[in-house]
């Protein structure tokens, strides 16, 4: 089973910018689409944005369109977060996440593997 280490969180003032990683170990993930979700102060999970196996492909929740970019480096078996014009509302814990197939969509419960998620907080 592969393993999900996100990194790059942290305090940053609202209009600023954030790249977070995550990086497998134990299997790689070529071959399955990749997933960003985010759990805000008292909400539920969501998602956030996600890429197909060969990074071709991506989705976008409208609330993130034009200003994240998800991306992956199959090589190095990471994907990436690039957090541009950040809100407060993009406050909460994000956490990266292995779907089942390889082309990844928003439900939750097609996700299979999770990291433990990184904190980022947009300050007004």
């Known amino acids: 089973q592969v393993q999900l280490v996100e990194s790059g969180g942290g305090l940053v003032q609202a209009g600023g910018s954030l790249r977070l990683s995550c990086t497998a170990s134990g299997r790689t993930f070529s071959g399955y689409g990749l997933g960003w979700f985010c759990q805000g102060p008292g909400k539920e999970r969501e998602f956030v944005a996600s890429v197909s196996w060969t990074g071709v492909i991506t989705n976008y929740a409208d609330s993130v369109k034009g200003r994240f970019t998800i991306s992956r480096d199959n090589v190095k078996n990471t994907v990436f977060l690039q957090m541009n014009s950040l809100k407060p509302e993009d406050t909460g814990a994000y956490y990266c996440?292995?779907?089942?197939?390889?082309?990844?969509?928003?439900?939750?419960?097609?996700?299979?593997?999770w990291g433990q998620g990184t904190q980022v907080t947009v300050s007004s």
């Open positions: 996440a292995q779907h089942k197939g390889a082309f990844p969509g928003s439900r939750m419960n097609d996700y299979i593997s």
